[in-house]
């Protein structure tokens, strides 16, 4: 029996492996095991903690469809959380596939991530062309929209929209996440700016569909939004499973939000992908 917990960040949420006394190889099968919500434990993402000679500790996760992403805010701040308690600190850093992540105490329940720097160029989101990531026509099925990409160390494709409540997020959101121009596939926001320090958004993840919050979109969709001078360096985002804050500094992205741990437990993954 192998010893996880079950954590989210605002509703999305994760199923965490620490494998830095045991090793674990996660596979993709395994991982679509573990995450489906009929027969597995069910998750957004499986997270591992692993060993680092960077940082406090290693982060890597895998989507609900088993593919291997770089990035994810709000694991950040439910591993953080695990790591600080367990140093006896305020602070940790993570090793992701996207770089090294900041971790600090906000108060309050609260996590603060430094999510560095939000990167602009094509190549590095990256787009399958050169196009101006501020804004350009992306065509969907016949139909033209204007959209902003961003990378988090992972890419994002940001839609400002009237309403992101009634955006087609479930229809359009797949569409776009498996694009041509986008040879990684993509996460995709839809945002509503309703004044310079207030967004909402919704999210279509890339490997894990509509998901209640993405940490990664959150901080993405407040660099695109002042990017196009809509918004000031503080901004609250409303997300479906409540609210996130990203303060712009210094090319920096800092997200601060909730991290909550549901429940601790065991599983036989050999019994669960037979």
Not at 214 to 221: D, K, Q, R, V, W
């Amino acid at each position: 029996m192998i010893a996880f917990l079950k954590m989210h960040g605002l509703g999305n949420d994760f199923v965490v492996f620490d494998a830095r006394k045991q090793g674990l190889g996660l596979d993709a099968a395994t991982a679509r095991a573990i995450a489906d919500r009929r027969r597995g434990i069910g998750c957004d993402q499986v997270i591992v903690i692993a060993r680092s000679e960077q940082a406090d500790a290693a982060m890597r996760i895998r989507n609900a469809d088993g593919g291997e992403v770089e990035s994810c805010g709000n694991a950040a701040r439910c591993v953080g959380r695990l790591l600080m308690q367990e140093l006896d600190r305020s602070a940790a850093t993570l090793e992701t596939l996207g770089g090294i992540v900041a971790c600090s105490d906000a108060g309050g329940g609260l996590v603060t991530v430094d999510m560095g720097t939000p990167r602009v160029l094509w190549n590095e989101i990256p787009l399958a062309r050169p196009a101006d990531t501020n804004r350009f026509g992306l065509n969907v099925d016949g139909q033209s929209y204007q959209v902003a990409a961003v990378s988090m160390g992972n890419p994002h494709c940001v839609l400002f929209v009237d309403n992101a409540d009634t955006a087609p997020v479930a229809t359009l959101g797949p569409r776009i996440e498996a694009h041509p121009m986008f040879p990684n596939r993509t996460n995709v926001e839809f945002v509503t700016v309703h004044d310079r320090g207030h967004l909402r958004m919704r999210v279509w993840e890339r490997g894990a569909g509509i998901t209640m919050a993405c940490g990664t979109g959150a901080c993405a969709s407040a660099a695109a939004a002042h990017r196009r001078r809509l918004t000031n360096d503080k901004v609250e985002i409303e997300l479906d499973g409540g609210m996130l804050f990203v303060e712009l500094r210094d090319n920096h992205a800092l997200m601060t939000g909730p991290a909550a741990l549901s429940f601790r437990g065991e599983i036989d993954l050999a019994d669960l992908i037979q």
